[in-house]
Nanobody, 122 residues
Framework: QVQLVESGGGLVQAGGSLRLSCAAS????????MGWFRQASGKEREFVAY????????YYADSVKGRFTISRDNAKNTVYLQMNSLKPEDTAVYYC???????????????WGQGTQVSVSS
């Protein structure tokens, strides 16, 4: 398994931007599919985006498509989530996760970070 630590969350006004980072420990980062998920207060966790091991394949939830960009730097063992045009409904705790396959199913990801809070004010 890999240990994951998210950072970059905070409070931003609607229309603003944030970039989340997720640093991974270990030498096997490049072998994992990386995903971002989020959970708003009182709601179930939902998929946001994933990226393949090489970065060649990316997939987004419809709710963030065109506004968020997932990327990774395997040399730095880090995955990023650039969030633009933020909306109040993007407010949630954001989690990064590592897994073996390209999927939107959170249960397929075996390693999770502790989460970082993103709050978007209207």
């Amino acid at each position: 398994q890999v240990q994951l630590v998210e950072s970059g969350g905070g409070l931003v006004q609607a229309g603003g931007s944030l970039r989340l980072s997720c640093a991974a420990s270990g030498r096997t980062f490049s072998t994992y599919v990386m995903g971002w998920f989020r959970q708003a207060s009182g709601k179930e966790r939902e998929f946001v985006a994933y990226i393949s091991q090489s970065g060649a394949m990316r997939y987004y939830a419809d709710s963030v498509k065109g506004r968020f960009t997932i990327s990774r730097d395997n040399a730095k063992n880090t995955v990023y989530l650039q969030m633009n045009s933020l909306k109040p409904e993007d407010t949630a705790v954001y989690y990064c996760a590592a897994g073996p396959v390209l999927t939107i199913r959170g249960e397929s990801f075996g390693s999770w970070g502790q989460g970082t809070q993103v709050s978007v004010s209207s």
